[in-house]
């Protein structure tokens, strides 16, 4: 089969992103703008300045991928977009980027869900192999999914509150971390002590996660503690934090291993980054004796190459769309 080069494009939230993958497994190049710094002095990303500033960057960022890849858009095969779900503002500019290119240069046009994107992110590191478990923890989503097969997703738990990346960035604020607070939590997690008594959520006998609670209790330590003029031991209480967070994933991932029949694991999405659950999945996956794939810091936040690979796989699965595809704030991956 003749090689297949596809152009994927991010944009979901604060980083615009272009990279050309090959067959849905080898990265050619990729470039990422990230807008940390601007929205850093806000304490989190604004929907309207992190729009204008897709809208600047975009461009550049498409020339550098191709200018990096040594490729024109003649050898482009398709064009894979994050239709959603995101910042509404800031996947309409990806998409009209997107759009304009399938136009101009009269490519596929491939809509990715962005939570495809991240599952994918695996295959850069190795193809993937079915059936397996995706879990899927990042600022907006937490999930644990079956595939059986390429493009086959069947959601059997999820969050029924906030995502855990949300809690980590709540958390962080609340102890006076900067934006984004979910690393800067993992960091100082590995300096401090398991002192503060947290509660872990939701042990019960679902797939499904609950971060909220856990997020009040942090919350509602830190104002008493400091009602009481007492100092907070923040680094004691990132690794209370991350140790009960990791818990509340892993407790459920193990369960789902063991009664599901899984055989390989992959993790993705933002938090996918995290040092404690990295090595909390690798010890649970070694007990259990089943295999484990997290993909390399560079692909676990967001990046055009993850929807450049998924779309690769949508494409097979058939999913092209027209024109008047339209980018969507939520969306269930399906
Ligand atoms: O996947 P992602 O880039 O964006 C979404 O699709 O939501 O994930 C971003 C989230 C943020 O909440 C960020 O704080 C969190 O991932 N994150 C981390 C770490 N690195 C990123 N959370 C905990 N520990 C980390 N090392
Ligand atoms: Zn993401």
Request: net charge negative; with cysteine; proline share 4%.
């Amino acid at each position: 089969m003749k090689d297949m080069y596809i152009l994927g494009i991010e944009s979901s939230c604060d980083e615009t992103s272009v990279a050309i993958v090959k067959n849905g497994v080898e990265e050619i190049a990729t470039v990422i703008s990230s807008q940390i710094d601007v929205h850093k002095n806000y304490g989190g990303v604004v929907p309207e300045i992190a729009s204008r500033h897709h809208v600047k960057n975009i461009t550049m960022v498409l020339e550098e991928c191709l200018e990096k890849a040594n490729m024109t858009m003649d050898q482009i095969d398709g064009i894979a977009i994050t239709y959603g779900p995101g910042l509404i503002g800031s996947l309409l500019i990806g998409l009209e980027a997107a759009k304009t290119l399938s136009f101009v240069y009269n490519k596929p046009l491939i809509p990715v869900h962005h939570i495809a994107g991240h599952i994918y992110a695996n295959s850069l590191v190795q193809p993937l192999k079915f059936p397996l478990l995706a879990v899927v923890v990042s600022g907006g989503h937490t999930e644990l999914i079956i595939m059986k097969d390429h493009y086959k997703f069947e959601k059997i738990g999820g969050t029924l509150d906030d995502a855990i990346g949300e809690c980590y960035d709540k958390v962080a604020r609340v102890i006076g971390l900067e934006y984004p607070g979910g690393p800067k939590v993992d960091k100082l997690s590995k300096e401090g002590k398991d002192t503060y008594k947290l509660p872990v959520p939701l042990q019960d006998d679902s797939y499904n996660f609950s971060f909220s609670g856990l997020k009040s209790a942090v919350i509602n330590l830190v104002h008493n503690e400091e009602q009481r003029g007492e100092e907070i031991r923040k680094a004691d209480l990132a690794t209370s934090f991350q140790k009960v967070a990791v818990e509340s994933i892993t407790s459920k991932v193990r369960k789902a291993i063991v009664e599901q029949g899984i055989n390989y694991v992959i993790v993705a999405g933002g938090v996918a980054a995290n040092n404690g659950l990295r090595t909390a999945m690798q010890e649970l996956t070694e007990e259990l004796g089943v295999e484990l794939s997290i993909p390399p810091m560079k692909y676990c936040t967001d990046n055009g190459t993850m929807i450049a690979a998924a779309g690769y796989f949508a494409y097979q699965d058939g999913r092209v769309a027209d024109l008047n595809l339209n980018s969507k704030s939520q969306d269930v991956l399906k």
